[in-house]
């Protein structure tokens, strides 16, 4: 290498300033040098098909697996992002609410001294048991899918970037 060029993009508010230098790396000496302010808007207008923001797809899937839905926002998908953090939501209720109303059955079950009341609890402590368990299967299947679909839509991005240029 005989020659090396450096520089520098400063955010000045409502422009960017671009600066470079030509550098012989023998000598060390700066050969030529030069700076051009560039208004904000025309600058993201020109870079936004020349740069992209490198979405690591471990890194999404790994935001997805602390909360679901977290992937999508890094990913930037707000919308899918929180539709998923919205429905873990919603089946989370669902399980703690079935397993509240569960052991509430039970407590009725164990307490019953009639017959017919006590199986009438217990087929209703049975129906919220499998409410839950059906939460609990909805629940880590939308957790499995955040992660997943986060890492893919990662690497997405990436290879559309690739085959663009």
Same mark, same amino acid.
Request: no cysteine; net charge positive; aromatic share 12%.
């Given at each position: 290498?005989?020659?090396?060029? *450096?520089?520098?993009?400063?955010?000045?508010?409502?422009?960017?300033?671009? /600066? *470079?230098? $030509?550098?012989?790396? =023998?000598? %060390?000496?700066?050969?030529?040098?030069?700076?051009?302010?560039i208004p904000s808007n025309s600058f993201l207008s020109i870079s936004s098909g020349?740069?992209?923001?490198?979405? #690591?797809?471990?890194?999404? /899937? $790994?935001?997805?697996?602390?909360?679901?839905? &977290? %992937?999508?926002? #890094?990913?930037?998908?707000?919308?899918?992002? %929180?539709?998923?953090?919205?429905? =873990?939501?919603?089946?989370?209720?669902?399980?703690?609410?079935? #397993?509240?109303?569960?052991?509430q059955s039970k407590t009725a079950y164990e307490r019953a001294t009639q017959r017919?009341? *006590?199986s009438n609890k217990y087929v209703e402590m049975d129906q919220y048991a499998q409410?839950? &368990?059906?939460?609990?299967?909805?629940?880590?299947?939308? &957790?499995?899918?955040?992660?997943?679909? /986060?890492?893919?839509?990662?690497?997405?991005?990436?290879?559309? $970037?690739?085959? =663009?240029?």
């Open positions: 290498v005989e020659f090396l060029i *450096a520089g520098a993009v400063a955010d000045l508010g409502n422009r960017f300033l671009l /600066a *470079a230098r $030509f550098i012989n790396v =023998e000598t %060390g000496n700066v050969l030529q040098s030069a700076s051009v302010e020349l740069v992209m923001i490198k979405k #690591y797809p471990i890194t999404a /899937a $790994f935001r997805s697996m602390i909360l679901p839905g &977290w %992937g999508q926002f #890094y990913n930037d998908k707000p919308k899918k992002g %929180g539709i998923i953090l919205g429905s =873990e939501l919603l089946i989370a209720v669902s399980s703690i609410s079935s #397993y509240i109303l569960y052991k017919d009341l *006590a409410i839950n &368990w059906a939460s609990l299967g909805a629940l880590s299947s939308v &957790w499995l899918y955040a992660i997943i679909d /986060a890492y893919i839509d990662a690497r997405k991005q990436i290879k559309d $970037f690739k085959s =663009e240029k």
